[in-house]
């Protein structure tokens, strides 16, 4: 069965450093990838996509992903942070199939200090 | 364009009631589906639909049922809660077409929170 790890549960960074949050997956075809977002008490929102084609793929909000099909990786990265980006970030592999659902990773919490 | 409205957004239960908790979407979305958050355990599936009159199981559906009348509209039912269902429920759909680039991407409503006692 298709599942997604999120290695780290909780990060914490300083304003203006670099951002790179894990994600792996287990597949056994090309899959389709998706990055989301929800800032506390809300929704998700979609950051990114993987459907196919070039493997660094930019996304909303300065993010970027790059798929890399020999580790099964899928991780997220920002050059510098902002406070605002205080949120908690999941990873998302779709099972496939006809009906393709979304399989959810655990999520990573990442907090920032001014 | 409203995209998928979830209702109540707050609700406290006593075990053993029962409530329903709707999901409405205006985007023409043939997929619907229902998820859980609890914390440390990401968002599991519940159920889901592929179109009306069409529902099936996700990975968590015991204690849940759902029905699908419409295209538009696809409540959860709780029908005797219990605190182990006391959680954060989010409804989402999508175009069912897996054809197109970019339609397989889910829309998320605001999210429902449920107490049971």
């Known amino acids: 069965a298709q599942s997604v790890t999120q290695p780290d549960i909780h990060i914490t960074v300083s304003e203006g450093a670099s951002l790179e949050l894990r994600c792996n997956y287990s597949?056994?075809?090309?899959?389709?990838l998706f990055w989301y977002v929800q800032s506390p008490g809300q929704g998700l929102q979609l950051l990114l996509k993987?459907?196919?084609?070039?493997?660094l793929v930019q996304g909303i909000k300065g993010f970027e992903a790059e798929f890399k099909r020999s580790q099964s990786s899928f991780n997220l990265r920002k050059p510098s942070v902002h406070w605002s980006d205080a949120a908690e970030y999941f990873c998302?592999?779709?099972?496939?199939?006809?009906?393709?659902?979304?399989?959810f990773g655990k999520g990573t919490k990442l907090s920032v200090k001014p | 364009n409203a995209g998928v409205t979830q209702t109540p957004k707050f609700q406290v239960l006593k075990t053993g009631q029962s409530m329903t908790l709707q999901c409405a979407q205006d985007?023409?979305?043939?997929?619907m589906s229902w998820y859980r958050q609890d914390p440390g355990m990401g968002l599991r599936l519940i159920h889901y639909?592929?179109?009306?009159?069409?529902?099936d199981q996700g990975e968590v559906p015991n204690g849940y049922n759902v029905s699908r009348s419409t295209t538009e509209d696809f409540p959860l039912r709780l029908l005797s809660a219990a605190p182990s269902q006391t959680s954060v429920y989010f409804c989402?759909?999508?175009?069912?077409?897996?054809?197109?680039?970019?339609?397989?991407?889910?829309?998320f409503g605001a999210g429902s929170r449920l107490t049971v006692l």
């Open positions: 985007m023409n979305h043939e997929y």
């Open positions: 989402a759909s999508r175009s069912r077409d897996r054809g197109l680039r970019g339609a397989n991407v889910l829309t």
């Open positions: 998302a592999v779709d099972e496939g199939g006809s009906q393709g659902n979304l399989i």
């Open positions: 639909s592929v179109g009306a009159g069409i529902t």
């Open positions: 993987y459907f196919s084609g070039d493997t």
């Open positions: 597949y056994g075809a090309t899959p389709y």
